[in-house]
């Protein structure tokens, strides 16, 4: 078997409206039609090809961290995207370099899912 890419990232939420605010308005992603489930949720794209899925209907513990379950967008600007954040009032943590050189900060969403915006060494 030939995996081609990383196709969607699934989160089970609790309020689907908070959610969808935190990404869409708070954070900018696009969401984008979503097929007509038997169950509430929302789709959002992430970069060109890949989506996130929003479930809603969450009542259990969210079992999320910096180092532990978390999903990581890259950006193109870290100064861009650091500013972005501040800009919108986004808590993050402080700026960070991998041993690799790769910069990282980290978002908490409503629900307590990590995420990760780093920027690939140039």
Known sequence: MKTKDLNHIALHVKNLNLSMEFYGEHLGIEEIARPDFDFPGAWFRLGKL???????????????????????????????????????Q????????????????????????????CQNPV
């Open 90 to 117: 986004i808590e993050h943590t402080p700026r960070q370099t991998r041993p690799d050189g790769a910069l990282q900060i980290y978002v908490e969403d409503p629900d307590g899912y990590w995420i990760e915006f």
């Open 50 to 88: 890949q989506e996130l899925h929003l479930i809603a209907g969450r009542s259990a513990e969210v079992n999320s961290s910096t180092r532990g379950n978390h999903f990581a967008l890259g950006v193109e600007d870290m100064d861009e995207a650091e500013a972005y954040l501040a800009g919108r």
